[in-house]
């Protein structure tokens, strides 16, 4: 108990409520953003299982048409690279670098990003990034997938990361998509090592071994479910914290 509230003077305070027919209307909002959500929830998982089931047909293709090392895919001026090997502290107004730690699966956190001299980086020019590279962690957490944006053009990466640039558009979808597959991450986790940090060696991504014979109309589908899935999440987030606000408005004033 309290000694500080004087408990018989507050059972006789009343209490400001809105309107009945406001407070069903709260109550009407947030059982709409409740069943929103759940149905978002749904159509999340429904895409997400999809989307895998479609990523592991892809093998059967190379089954039937055979495979290609992922090397042969990219482009023949920018071999996949690993980036800078001490990137040192941050310097302002330097280079972005991105580590692994900066992936958050649907791109990165560029506000974490550490900012390199420019003088240690120019010697690394080799592993700048342009849009549309595709990056494979593989040093620490391997397998990691991200795909640069534009804002990011002229970035650079550290030797925790591989580059992988594929000029082709339905090429860079395939492989895109593919080293997400179960198929893939079995080849790259047979040929991962390390106790105490695990990696796998740039030449042993270079021969992961990449379905071909995929038709296009396979590929531009299991892209489409990709970035509705994306979408769907995006939107089950926001919905999340429209609901999260309304229980907090509900607890305030009912």
Same mark, same amino acid.
């Given at each position: 108990t309290n000694?500080? $509230?004087n408990w018989t003077q507050l059972a006789d305070f009343k209490f400001e409520l809105p309107p009945t027919i406001e407070q069903e209307k709260i109550v009407e909002f947030i059982t709409a953003a409740s069943q929103l959500t759940k149905t978002l929830s749904g159509l999340k998982k429904s895409l997400e299982i999809a989307y895998y089931a479609y990523l592991?047909?892809?093998h059967s293709f190379g089954v039937l048409n055979g495979f290609k090392l992922l090397d042969k895919f990219v482009d023949d001026d920018a071999p996949i690279c690993y980036g800078i090997?001490?990137?040192g502290k941050h310097f302002d107004g330097g280079v972005p670098v991105i580590k692994v730690r900066d992936f958050t699966g649907s791109g990165f956190n560029v506000d974490s990003l550490l900012h390199c001299d420019p003088e240690i980086e120019k010697k690394y020019h080799r592993s700048r990034l342009i849009?549309?590279?595709l990056l494979l962690s593989i040093r620490g957490t391997v397998g990691k997938l991200e795909t640069i944006s534009s804002s990011l053009d002229g970035s650079n990466i550290t030797q925790d990361s591989a580059r992988i640039r594929i000029s082709d558009n339905s090429d860079r979808i395939l492989i895109k998509h593919y080293l997400k597959s179960q198929s893939a991450r079995?080849? $790259?986790s047979s040929r991962t090592v390390g106790n105490a940090v695990k990696g796998i060696n740039i030449g042993d991504v270079r021969k992961i071994p990449i379905p $071909?014979?995929?038709p296009l109309e396979i590929l531009y589908?299991?892209?489409e479910i990709h970035k509705n899935f994306k979408? $769907?999440?995006?939107?089950?987030?926001?919905a999340k914290d429209v609901y999260s606000s309304l229980k907090f408005q509900e607890s305030v004033v009912l």
């Open positions: 000694p500080y $509230i592991e047909n892809l090997l001490m990137p849009k549309n590279d079995r080849f $790259i $071909i014979g995929v589908l299991i892209e979408r $769907i999440e995006r939107l089950l987030e926001s």
